[in-house]
């Protein structure tokens, strides 16, 4: 069964600081990683993607991918009260399909 | 470019009713996927579509069908509706070469 694993949370981080999120995943041969933002009662919002290892910057948000890790994470800096949701990790396994993680709850704390 | 769309916004349905949704995908894209998310709960999946055939299903009952259209639109059927089928349905389109999904605005259904 393959799985992407993510802390529920919720994960409170004070206004200005860097908001961490983890995700790790178990199929070895994922290719591609998303980081997507669902607000309460909204539908999910992609807002990062990674193919290769490293890091990727997007404004205030920083997708690292670790694949001899597994892991995938997505810090955002200067978090804002309005950065408070649930972050959703995805891996695209080799069928074509988004394998989700179940989400963190992250809460901006002004 | 127009996102992907959902039709309705709200749908309520006595139990034992059936429920029909609909999702038209972002343009160019042959893929579309069809998501349950009950209230405070992760996204489960459904139903997968691409260029018109049932690519695969998630772990619901045969009561939760759907099709797809040559225009690659599709919709969602859900038959002889329970109370535990209130949730928000998403669907996601896709063009599946890189994997990433855009989602439209989702359905909220309330069996009652």
């Known amino acids: 069964q393959k799985e992407v694993e993510q802390n529920s949370g919720p994960l409170s981080v004070p206004e200005g600081a860097i908001a961490s999120l983890n995700c790790t995943y178990s199929d070895r041969g994922s290719q591609s990683f998303f980081w997507y933002r669902q607000y309460s009662g909204k539908s999910p919002e992609l807002i990062m993607f990674i193919y290769s290892n490293g890091d990727k910057e997007d404004g205030r948000f920083t997708a690292q991918l670790n694949k001899a890790s597994q892991y995938v994470s997505l810090l955002i800096r200067d978090s804002q009260p309005s950065d408070s949701a649930t972050y959703l990790c995805?891996?695209?396994?080799?069928?074509?399909?988004?394998?989700w993680g179940a989400g963190t709850k992250l809460i901006i704390k002004p | 470019e127009a996102g992907v769309t959902q039709s309705p916004t709200h749908l309520i349905k006595p139990r034992g009713q059936q429920a029909t949704l609909r999702c038209s995908p972002i343009s160019g894209h042959t893929s579309v996927y069809w998501y349950q998310q009950a209230l405070g709960l992760g996204l489960q999946f459904l139903l997968w579509?691409?260029?018109?055939?049932?690519?695969n299903r998630g772990n619901f009952p045969p009561r939760f069908s759907g099709r797809q259209f040559p225009n690659y639109s599709s919709e969602l059927n859900v038959n002889a509706l329970e109370l535990e089928d209130s949730a928000l349905y998403l669907c996601?389109?896709?063009?599946?070469?890189?994997?990433?999904?855009?989602f439209g605005p989702g359905t909220r259904l309330t069996v009652t």
């Open positions: 579509y691409d260029e018109g055939e049932e690519r």
């Open positions: 995805a891996v695209h396994g080799s069928n074509y399909q988004l394998i």
């Open positions: 996601a389109s896709s063009s599946h070469r890189r994997g990433e999904q855009y």
